[in-house]
């Protein structure tokens, strides 16, 4: 039996001879086939048992092959239906099609036309009840978390090629600005895939300097470096068999992506201060919100890694190019919330509806999680109206620092070096509030590198993390 043959053929012609003549024809697929000698017959045998695809002659004494593929399709939408036509009635079967025929084929039947399209029709049926079967999962699963909701066409196209990337094992790589939940997407992929029962691991690449990264990656061995006190397995390694995901990628140092893509490349990993390279199987989805393809231009991102990674473009649109959603997404945001919360019976009125389309959500499906939040959490009553509704300052400068009290009791150069670190550690958690979380963001919005602003984050004891969704 070839692959995917495993559904069954109905064949329906009022002429004995030419039915057996079909299903004799048909043998070589393997697939089981049964005949019926009018349309009647055929719709009593859809009814039965499933179908996988319906072969029926358009000319047939009593109801014919036009009444039978309206019939048939009235009951069964998605079943594909092949027409069987005389060379002379070509232009009927055209029209058929129009009305829902899935294609025709003109007598007499030849095995090197048939079988062909038999077998393509049924792939394609196979492929589409798989794609619907993962919608249907990716419908519940996105119920639960409130992010993937939405009807607006850009949407919805990437909501569409969700199943189907998920179905590949090809390097996927999701570009949208910060907060569209992007790692929500990377997720659902990986939910959706054959590796869904093994491990997800995300791993932020602007949130650590080169060095560490790729200790952290590609792991390392005793003795590669100063701290290295024992061996130590990479997030690659410790993603093997399923899902490695790659946020903010293009904030990759360069020396770090050359080693990446050895490893996209090769499937192979060298911890640092190794020997030996050890094969892995790994799944990568990448994600940023910068231009990639400017980022090449400009000679701080790779253009053989570009290529590599996006195989699999998907693209998540900003909140405020799908404002129509906002009050589904809001409505779904808010229950899920208000039930964690104890307080299912909150609703929007139309007012707040109103206002939360009409904001612009610089921070996307983010901020929109934020404010209803803590509208839930100062609601008063079961009813959340537009003044209740705080939406988020971004910072636009340094932070408001007002001075400290004078303490004469401190002598002035300790109170300095206090009011100086007071100072620092606030411009970080605002430069890293403004950024989302993204530490090489911050670090540029701050006038300093990656690796400077990352050890000013570690002196004072700050997380992006708590920063991102």
Same mark, same amino acid.
């Given at each position: 039996?070839?692959?995917?043959?495993?559904?069954? %053929?109905?064949?329906?012609?009022?002429?004995?001879?030419?039915?057996?003549?079909?299903?004799?024809?048909?043998?070589?697929?393997?697939?089981?086939?049964?005949?019926?000698?009018?349309?009647? =017959?055929?719709?009593?045998?859809?009814?039965? *048992?499933?179908?996988? &695809?319906?072969?029926?002659?358009?000319?047939?004494?009593?109801?014919? @092959?036009?009444?039978?593929?309206?019939?048939?399709? *009235?009951?069964?939408?998605? /079943?594909?239906? /092949?027409?069987?036509?005389?060379?002379?009635? %070509?232009?009927?079967?055209?029209?058929?099609?129009?009305?829902?025929?899935?294609?025709?084929?003109?007598?007499?039947?030849?095995?090197?036309?048939?079988?062909?399209?038999?077998?393509?029709?049924?792939?394609?049926?196979?492929?589409?009840?798989?794609?619907?079967?993962?919608?249907?999962?990716?419908?519940? +699963?996105?119920?639960?978390?409130?992010?993937?909701?939405?009807?607006?066409? $850009?949407?919805?196209?990437?909501?569409?090629?969700?199943?189907?990337? =998920?179905?590949?094992?090809?390097?996927?790589? #999701?570009?949208?600005?910060?907060?569209?939940?992007?790692?929500? #997407?990377?997720?659902?992929?990986?939910?959706?895939?054959?590796?869904?029962?093994?491990?997800?691991?995300?791993?932020?690449? @602007?949130?650590?300097?080169?060095?560490?990264?790729?200790?952290?990656?590609?792991?390392?061995?005793?003795?590669?470096?100063?701290? !290295?006190?024992?061996?130590?397995?990479?997030?690659? =390694?410790?993603?093997?068999?399923?899902?490695?995901?790659?946020?903010?990628?293009?904030?990759? $140092?360069?020396?770090?992506?050359?080693?990446?893509?050895?490893?996209? +490349?090769?499937?192979?990993?060298?911890?640092?201060? $190794?020997?030996?390279?050890?094969?892995?199987?790994?799944?990568?989805? *990448?994600?940023?919100?910068?231009?990639?393809?400017?980022?090449?231009?400009?000679?701080?991102?790779?253009?053989? &890694?570009?290529?590599?990674?996006?195989?699999?473009?998907?693209?998540?649109?900003?909140?405020?190019?799908?404002?129509?959603? %906002?009050?589904?997404? =809001?409505?779904?945001?808010?229950?899920?919330?208000?039930?964690?919360?104890?307080?299912?019976?909150?609703?929007?009125?139309?007012?707040?509806?109103?206002?939360?389309?009409?904001?612009?959500?610089?921070?996307?499906?983010?901020?929109?999680?934020?404010?209803?939040?803590?509208?839930?959490?100062? !609601?008063?009553?079961?009813?959340?109206?537009?003044?209740?509704?705080?939406?988020?300052?971004?910072?636009?400068?340094?932070?408001?620092?007002?001075?400290?009290?004078?303490?004469? @009791?401190?002598?002035?150069?300790?109170?300095?070096?206090?009011?100086?670190?007071?100072?620092?550690?606030?411009?970080?958690? *605002?430069?890293?509030?403004?950024?989302?979380?993204?530490?090489?963001?911050? $670090?540029?919005?701050?006038?300093?590198?990656?690796?400077?602003?990352?050890?000013?984050? +570690?002196?004072?004891?700050?997380?992006?993390?708590?920063?991102?969704?």
């Amino acid at each position: 039996m070839l692959p995917g043959m495993s559904r069954r %053929i109905l064949v329906v012609d009022d002429d004995p001879l030419a039915l057996r003549l079909a299903a004799r024809l048909l043998r070589p697929l393997g697939a089981p086939v049964e005949t019926a000698g009018s349309a009647e =017959a055929a719709l009593a045998a859809l009814e039965q *048992a499933p179908v996988g &695809l319906l072969l029926t002659d358009l000319r047939m004494d009593g109801m014919d @092959g036009a009444a039978l593929l309206e019939a048939a399709r *009235a009951r069964h939408p998605h /079943l594909p239906v /092949l027409v069987m036509t005389n060379h002379g009635s %070509i232009e009927v079967a055209v029209e058929l099609m129009k009305k829902g025929a899935t294609d025709f084929i003109t007598k007499p039947l030849e095995p090197s036309t048939l079988l062909p399209r038999i077998e393509k029709l049924l792939r394609t049926a196979d492929l589409e009840g798989e794609v619907a079967d993962l919608r249907r999962t990716l419908a519940a +699963q996105s119920g639960g978390r409130g992010a993937l909701v939405g009807e607006a066409p $850009a949407f919805r196209r990437m909501l569409d090629r969700l199943p189907l990337a =998920a179905r590949a094992d090809a390097p996927v790589l #999701v570009r949208g600005e910060t907060g569209t939940g992007k790692e929500l #997407v990377a997720r659902t992929l990986h939910d959706l895939s054959a590796r869904s029962d093994k491990p997800f691991v995300p791993v932020n690449c @602007g949130a650590l300097p080169g060095e560490l990264l790729e200790s952290e990656l590609f792991g390392h061995v005793r003795g590669a470096f100063t701290d !290295a006190r024992r061996d130590k397995a990479g997030l690659i =390694a410790e993603a093997d068999g399923g899902t490695l995901f790659l946020d903010e990628i293009g904030d990759m $140092a360069l020396a770090l992506q050359v080693k990446l893509l050895r490893f996209l +490349q090769e499937g192979e990993i060298r911890p640092v201060g $190794a020997n030996k390279t050890v094969k892995v199987d790994v799944r990568v989805v *990448a994600a940023t919100h910068r231009d990639l393809g400017a980022a090449v231009g400009e000679g701080v991102f790779r253009e053989d &890694l570009y290529y590599r990674l996006n195989v699999v473009p998907l693209w998540v649109p900003p909140l405020r190019e799908r404002r129509g959603d %906002i009050p589904a997404l =809001a409505g779904h945001i808010l229950a899920r919330i208000a039930r964690r919360t104890t307080r299912p019976d909150l609703r929007f009125s139309k007012g707040a509806l109103d206002a939360l389309v009409r904001h612009d959500w610089p921070g996307n499906v983010r901020e929109l999680e934020n404010v209803i939040h803590r509208a839930v959490v100062f !609601a008063r009553g079961p009813e959340i109206a537009e003044d209740a509704l705080e939406f988020d300052a971004l910072p636009t400068g340094v932070p408001d620092l007002k001075p400290p009290p004078v303490d004469l @009791g401190t002598p002035l150069r300790e109170a300095k070096e206090r009011l100086v670190e007071d100072f620092e550690r606030a411009y970080v958690l *605002a430069a890293l509030d403004s950024a989302g979380g993204n530490v090489a963001q911050a $670090a540029r919005r701050a006038g300093k590198d990656r690796k400077s602003f990352w050890e000013l984050m +570690q002196r004072y004891g700050v997380d992006a993390d708590e920063f991102r969704e």
